[in-house]
């Protein structure tokens, strides 16, 4: 547990969240307006349980963030909230400070808002590119090939292999939970590709959509080809309700990406920016059609 020093009376703590914390974590996120998962509390703590800081002024909650290690290399910063009546008083640097000495030599990557890019560029963030929220009415799909079909657990050790090459790190343990959370839908495409360099085992692709507070949120969607990931797309939309709305979050690089975002009638209506402080890890942005999260990278 860290004590911290601020202008504010009283004492500060800092330790890792507790499941019920990240859950408040999350519920701050809410009212911040980025509308997370319905159930992503315990997926993203299975990421790395000491990954989660909440920082307490005389006991009670006052800041978050998260700090996830990815291996010895890569770690992704997230959740960084103070509670609007605390802001401006000391606690969030306080955090950050603890947050970024966790991380130690790993680089870090976040997606901020607007508002928060330039500081975020003072503390040594460098912009990689940006992520375009789209979202609109759930569109009518078209038939799945046969080469989509549902996950199941022989595809797990391929899987997570394919999700490394395109997430920059191996996260098994998330993957596990993220794909086995209820509610979350999994499609995995798999077949013949000339393009395959062999991470992934013959997976072409694979996606996920969860209930979000508002509507359903695809993320990943990872493709070797934009067909492949049209494909996923209509399978995946094929579970939703109608009447809701999907959400998927595109690297503007990614024009296949945000072409498909606009075939099916989504809307730009949300943008952070992918910045990292330290070394980048190489991704394939064009076979990234759907970032997993903005609060996991």
């Known amino acids: 547990m860290t004590v911290a020093e601020t202008d504010l009376p009283g004492k500060i703590e800092i330790r890792p969240m507790t499941l019920a914390e990240v859950e408040l974590a999350i519920e701050w996120a809410t009212l911040e307006g980025w509308n997370p998962g319905l159930a992503d509390a315990i997926p993203f703590r299975a990421a790395d349980p000491d990954g989660f800081l909440m920082a307490f002024l005389d006991g009670e909650p006052a800041a978050s963030i998260a700090v996830v290690a990815s291996g010895e290399h890569h770690g992704f910063l997230g959740f960084y909230i103070v509670r ?34 330039a500081n975020y560029a003072r503390s040594g963030f460098v912009l990689q590119h940006r992520n375009i929220r789209h979202m609109g009415p759930v569109p009518q799909p078209s038939d799945a090939p046969e080469t989509v079909r549902a996950v199941n657990a022989e595809d797990l050790p391929a899987l997570a292999a394919f999700d490394a090459a395109h997430s920059g790190c191996d996260r098994s343990a998330f993957l ?36 979000a507070r ?40 990614n024009a296949a990406a945000i072409a498909l975002a606009e075939r099916h009638g989504l809307k730009p209506v949300f943008e952070t920016a992918r910045m990292v402080k330290g070394e980048a890890p190489s991704l394939p942005l064009g076979e990234i059609f759907g970032v997993t999260s903005f609060e996991l990278g």
């Open 84 to 117: 609007p009546e605390l802001r401006g008083r000391g606690i969030g640097w306080a955090l950050w400070q603890a947050g970024i000495a966790r991380l130690g030599s790993r680089s870090i990557g976040l997606d901020g808002v607007v508002d928060q890019q």
């Open 176 to 211: 596990q939970a993220w794909l086995s959370t209820p509610g979350h839908v999994a499609r995995i495409a798999t077949g013949s590709d000339d393009g395959d360099d062999g991470a992934g085992g013959g997976i072409r692709g694979y996606g996920v959509v969860r209930p």
């Open 214 to 253: 508002t509507g359903f949120k695809i993320g990943p969607l990872f493709a070797r080809t934009p067909e492949v990931a049209s494909d996923l797309f209509d399978a995946l939309v094929r579970t939703v309700p109608p009447g809701e709305s999907i959400i998927l979050d595109v690297p503007e690089p």
